[in-house]
């Protein structure tokens, strides 16, 4: 039995070191490679980036790419490029967190609110109204994205992150995700303050919002990691360049400029780290309490 | 324990705000400050929009002065110098006596001459009295022989006599007509007694033959430079400034030989230059100023404008490579930070130049760098500075 139970846990973490490896080494050959300096970028990734190189080498040239992992020579160049040289990235950095942190607030204010309500309140068409939130949330994006750009449209919000932000904020996943949560707080709690006499909104601020704070917690981070990642809104909504926000930064750089994309994937990865590690317990324990995961 | 674990995950917090703190204050002191970083860092250029207008070739050169006539004396035997009036340099007036020749023995020799003259003279008129006499003896034979009194065979002896004697007066006719050339000839040679003089005015610049030495006929005696016909500078300049000049133009003149005497000249002729034909042409500038004398260094400039052009750059905002020439044209674009200036390689052709500026056959729009404290390459974002 317990020579079994040994193996088996051998044979868990072999498989869990496998796969972490799998997941960490495309992070590795970022991080690392956003030291290496461009040319040393360029004779590692060119036989299989460069069109022109691939084709009038075809005899001699080496078609597959090397990931290095220790830079030949360490250096800054890329990251001051990115931070200095060129303003563009920083100026859609502060696109990025003028789209995203609205929506993480918004979403977070209206879907604990309507949460608690599908929790806690009983009111006619309840449930049919979460029936057509499910519905909502499990309907693919694309699937939402001509009426929402008609919409936008129509309310001349098209070209400005308030098309991004009002969806986002009404989104229906942080609804879905603190509704499961919410529900498993007794309701004996409510009742109890309900006696003491107290009112709606006291009921919501004072119990529910406290004893959900790692539900809340873990919707504003997945609601963060979502929507700093988004790729197709601010494709779609806004033309303007100068609005664009940094996940498109990477779309833009051009051939002669590959040696930036790593160092731009690398701070761009910054914000959603430390976010992740600051919150990690949150985050589980909220996905775990609420029986989801993003 | 758990009093530990939630201790441990307070301080790991702490730890991630306050990394999180740095990167957001990283973050926005970048955003204030790329700016500035950046004007340290970007390369500053200077710029120009491109002009119109019509480009000035100066010609400079560098030449010697040439006196336009030379006239030059040959001695007409080889005969030994007796005396040098005159030293290389120096100035003579119309008929001075430059170099006297030894013509005694030549002198002997005309009377010796004169007298074999007499000599065929005397010899002509004897021959023309025997061909009298033939002449005469024919005629009575002649006569007589139409009378029937003399034979056939006697006429005919006085027939060839007479056409013998005809044939030896024309002989001596001719030995006498060349003695008479060559007493000619001699009496030329010694009529001034072998001095030779100055046919103009003007200055010896070559004397050949030294007191003493024996003349001959591949040098002349001296050569005589005509002042009066003035000098002219002959000066190389490129084959393509000759474009720019014409016979009749004005150029300033400048001769170092004379302590930079300034002077003007008029351009007479433009020669080949023998030395580098094809590469360069001779100008001759007709000069005059007052001590010259031949041999002078001068040096001639002369500005010229060419027909107008549509574009004008300064020559420095040219760059060649193995592919051409090219400009760098400076593109502002709106960035998130304020305006950027980029720079944009623009391929041109050069028609033709100047000291300072090119002409483009191509137009060029905005404005282009004509100075950079950095090496620039196509696509370089830099700070437009103000022109000093």
Redesign the interface.
């Given at each position: 039995m317990n020579r079994n139970h040994r193996i088996k846990n051998i044979l868990h973490i072999t498989v869990l070191l496998v796969l972490a490896v799998i997941f960490i080494f495309p992070l590795a050959v970022t991080v690392t490679n956003s030291f290496m300096s461009e040319q040393e970028i360029a004779d590692n990734y060119d036989p299989v980036t460069d069109k022109n190189l691939s084709s009038y080498n075809d005899n001699t040239a080496n078609h597959f790419a090397r990931f290095q992992l220790i830079p030949d020579v360490v250096v800054l160049k890329q990251y001051y490029n990115v931070l200095i040289k060129k303003t563009q990235f920083l100026f859609m950095f502060w696109n990025s967190v003028l789209i995203t942190f609205p929506i993480v607030i918004g979403q977070t204010i209206v879907a604990t609110l309507a949460a608690y309500a599908f929790a806690k309140l009983k009111f006619r068409g309840r449930n049919f109204l979460f029936f057509l939130y499910i519905i909502v949330m499990l309907m693919p994006f694309q699937v939402t994205l001509v009426p929402n750009y008609l919409m936008a449209g129509q309310l001349g919000l098209l070209n400005s992150h308030w098309s991004i932000i009002f969806p986002g904020i009404f989104s229906t996943f942080g609804v879905f995700l603190l509704k499961q949560y919410m529900e498993q707080i007794p309701d004996s709690y409510i009742e109890a303050a309900r006696v003491d006499g107290a009112n709606q909104l006291q009921i919501f601020l004072k119990i529910i919002v406290p004893m959900s704070r790692s539900g809340i917690a873990a919707m504003a981070i997945l609601v963060f990691i979502d929507n700093w990642n988004m790729v197709e809104q601010p494709l779609i909504f806004l033309q303007d360049a100068a609005k664009q926000p940094l996940s498109l930064y990477l779309s833009r750089i051009i051939d002669g400029e590959k040696g930036l994309a790593f160092a731009a994937s690398t701070l761009y990865m910054l914000p959603v780290l430390l976010n992740f590690l600051y919150a990690e317990k949150y985050l589980l324990e909220g996905i775990r309490l609420s029986g989801i995961k993003g | 324990m758990q009093n530990q674990a939630i201790a441990d995950?307070a301080q790991?917090?702490k730890v991630?705000?306050r990394?999180?703190l740095l990167?957001l204050l990283a973050?926005i002191g970048?955003?204030f400050f790329?700016?500035t970083?950046?004007n340290f860092?970007l390369p500053r250029v200077q710029t120009v929009r491109p002009t119109n207008g019509a480009l000035i070739k100066e010609i400079f050169g560098e030449g010697t002065v040439e006196v336009k006539s030379t006239r030059e004396e040959y001695a007409d035997a080889n005969l030994r110098v007796k005396e040098v009036m005159v030293e290389q340099g120096d100035r003579v007036s119309k008929g001075q006596p430059i170099i006297i020749l030894d013509v005694n023995e030549l002198k002997s020799n005309y009377q010796d001459e004169q007298a074999r003259y007499r000599q065929l003279q005397l010899s002509l008129a004897e021959a023309r009295e025997e061909q009298a006499q033939k002449q005469r003896d024919y005629d009575n034979l002649k006569y007589l022989f139409d009378n029937k009194a003399e034979t056939a065979v006697n006429l005919q002896n006085a027939e060839k006599n007479l056409a013998d004697e005809k044939r030896n007066c024309e002989d001596v006719q001719l030995n006498l007509e060349i003695q008479a050339r060559k007493v000619d000839t001699l009496a030329k040679q010694v009529a001034n007694n072998g001095v030779y003089t100055a046919s103009v005015d003007g200055m010896i610049t070559e004397l050949n033959f030294a007191e003493g030495s024996i003349t001959n006929n591949s040098l002349p005696l001296f050569k005589l430079a005509d002042l009066r016909q003035g000098f002219r500078l002959i000066v190389p300049i490129d084959n393509d400034l000759v474009d720019y000049v014409k016979p009749g133009d004005t150029v300033s003149v400048n001769i170092l030989s004379l302590g930079d005497k300034k002077t003007e000249g008029k351009i007479d002729k433009i020669v080949e230059n023998s030395q580098h034909n094809g590469d360069e042409k001779d100008l001759w500038i007709d000069v005059s100023l007052e001590g010259l004398t031949g041999g002078e260094k001068g040096e001639i400039y002369l500005s010229k404008k060419t027909k107008p052009y549509a574009t004008l750059v300064p020559n420095s905002a040219v760059y060649n490579d193995s592919s051409g020439s090219y400009v760098f044209v400076l593109e502002s674009r709106?960035?998130?930070?304020g305006t950027?200036n980029y720079l944009q390689k623009v391929e041109v052709n050069v028609e033709d130049s100047d000291n300072v500026k090119s002409a483009l056959t191509d137009m060029v729009m905005g404005e282009v760098v004509m100075q950079s404290n950095k090496p620039v390459e196509d696509?370089d974002?830099v700070l437009e500075e103000a022109a000093n």
């Open positions: - | 995950d790991r917090k991630i705000g990394l999180s990167f973050m970048l955003t790329s700016n970083i950046n860092a709106k960035g998130p930070l950027e696509g974002r």
